[in-house]
């Protein structure tokens, strides 16, 4: 899914703890206070030791290690809801088709998708979509432990959202009576405050408002308003099963025999959709230092745009198609921020992977945003069949971290996983570019990922002579260590060993990283900088 659960209010405003955590011998004081705007506009980027603050290094790779180093055009592919390459901080990044002739009408490269300048669209004009559970339930019951998985889940998801609907009507109901009370749309907690009644009614929209706004902050409309959308939708598109997602594009998803569909608009039929795609194409590569919006993480890459990630679960024949034309199309890292709990067709997906790794390109994709163990719990796609053995060594799967250095920087929301979770980096609060040239902070493992993938284009950008197996090698240990114990899921009652959360138990350091792909790279010289 495209949409980023918000497991709580709560955790949007967190404070910083201040105290002091040891790693492989050396002690990292936490932040004191709340970041400052600019430090939480940029907090991936900055650096544990130098700044306090559990970035990944970033501007230490670019201060100290870039100066007179020769770097190579990387092209990462965005598979997700769509890309807006008419934004002003990314259009300068965009990748562009040289073998095709745009808006000719031709498929001048002979590969199946007519004008495919900038990536391809598979969803065409389609955007809400089912989940993969009721898709499965839409279908005759055929006895199967998928089939019966699926109805549990959703029975139980089903009347989640039926109470989350009458939450948010009623929030809704007790906002409304403090705006027609004070007579305007916008009020802060000081004029909430400041209401005097001994009316019943209004006493208790005042005091559920009051709550709501100490939790969710000033910006407190905007997340009711993302509250009761998630809602709708899961109600009206996700969760219905009479409701066809698929039918104005024409294609059937359980037939691999037709490959190719949908159209060359890479950001949908309405910009404003592509958020989610936007916003993870700018935490890689945004332009740096040029005044507006934020930094991305690599500044030679160029963004391959492939829409597949409906508001709803994608499928399986979009995402193993979308992998393998961004593959043929010169991809060399594909981000992959989505995913879902059922996989009707994942031996698609599967040897999408391994098509992948057989090309050399690297593929990092976000762990999940359920606040659940995926060594024992479904998550796809991924690159073990049986959660034990991977079948192919070019995916990197990452959990999200939040800017609390303690026992509390693991994010409440991200899934796990010893032997599934390869490694962490940054993933709430993350500002990054939005389409129509807005800007907007983001939480989710779907920004953990491309957190990642930009410090793996980095990688291959300036040591192209690398592999997708050693750049997968370089993330996962030279990351920076946590040793200590962190809360998961959010409960403070769940306190267990940090480096029982991943593979690696690091978060990604791309100035070690750098460090250490200096060392394993053969052809490693200090050149001047070269574009292209």
């Avoid at 208790?204 to 902050?217: C, D, E, L, P």
């Avoid at 057989?358 to 796609?381: C, F, M, Q, T």
């Avoid at 779907?446 to 750049?471: D, E, H």
Wanted: charged share 25%; with cysteine; proline share 3%.
């Amino acid at each position: 899914m495209n949409v980023i659960k918000m497991a709580c209010y709560s955790m949007l405003l967190s404070g910083m703890l201040s105290m002091s955590v040891q790693a492989q011998g050396t002690s990292f004081t936490a932040k004191k206070g709340k970041l400052t705007d600019d430090q939480l506009k940029r907090w991936s980027h900055l650096d544990l030791s130098k700044d306090s603050i559990p970035g990944m290094s970033v501007d230490r790779v670019y201060a100290e290690l870039i100066k007179n180093k020769k770097s190579k055009k990387v092209i990462v592919g965005i598979v997700d809801s769509g890309v807006d390459i008419d934004h002003e901080d990314l259009k300068s990044v965009v990748w562009t088709n040289k073998k095709e002739i745009a808006g000719n009408g031709i498929d001048d490269d002979k590969n199946g998708y007519i004008d495919d300048v900038h990536g391809w669209n598979f969803l065409g004009d389609s955007g809400n979509e089912n989940l993969e559970m009721t898709r499965i339930l839409k279908k005759p019951d055929d006895g199967s432990e998928e089939y019966k998985a699926a109805k549990t889940e959703y029975d139980k998801m089903y009347q989640e959202n039926l109470q989350g609907k009458q939450q948010v009507d009623f929030l809704f109901k007790c906002n409304q009576a403090i705006k027609d009370y004070l007579k305007k749309d916008n009020y802060t907690l000081e004029e909430l405050k400041a209401i005097e009644t001994t009316d019943p009614a209004l006493s208790k929209n005042k005091q559920v408002m009051t709550s709501v706004i100490g939790q969710a902050g000033p910006d407190f409309n905007e997340g009711l308003n993302d509250y009761k959308n998630q809602v709708y939708d899961m109600l009206n598109y996700n969760l219905n099963k009479d409701f066809d997602g698929r039918k104005v594009l024409g294609d059937n998803p359980d037939n691999m025999s037709n490959i190719h569909y949908g159209n060359n608009t890479v950001y949908g039929p309405d910009k404003k959709d592509a958020l989610h795609g936007t916003h993870v194409a700018g935490i890689i590569a945004q332009s740096r230092h040029n005044n507006i919006g934020g930094d991305g993480i690599a500044d030679n890459v160029e963004i391959m745009a492939v829409r597949a990630v409906p508001n709803g679960d994608e499928y399986d024949k979009d995402i193993a198609l979308s992998i393998r034309y961004a593959v043929d199309n010169g991809a060399k890292v594909i981000n992959g921020s989505f995913g879902k709990n059922f996989s009707p067709h994942k031996q698609w997906v599967y040897d999408a992977i391994k098509y992948a790794e057989k090309k050399d390109v690297l593929i990092v994709h976000a762990a999940g945003n359920d606040s659940k163990d995926i060594d024992v719990e479904s998550n796809y796609p991924n690159d073990s069949d049986d959660k034990k053995t991977e079948f192919a060594d070019n995916v990197i799967t990452v959990g999200a971290l939040s800017y609390n250095y303690g026992e509390k920087i693991v994010a409440p929301f991200s899934n796990y996983g010893k032997l599934n979770v390869d490694v962490y980096a940054p993933g709430m609060e993350i500002y990054a570019t939005t389409p129509n040239n807005t800007y907007k902070y983001e939480q989710g493992t779907s920004m953990a990922s491309p957190n990642v993938a930009g410090v793996a284009a980095l990688i291959r950008s300036y040591f192209p002579n690398l592999t997708a197996k050693q750049v997968k090698y370089i993330l996962l240990n030279s990351g920076t260590p946590i040793t200590d114990k962190v809360v998961v899921g959010g409960d403070p009652k769940d306190m267990r060993p940090f480096a029982d959360l991943s593979t690696s138990g690091k978060i990604v350091n791309a100035y070690n990283a750098f460090k250490m792909a200096e060392k394993m790279s053969p052809k490693s010289k200090k050149h001047k900088k070269v574009r292209g």
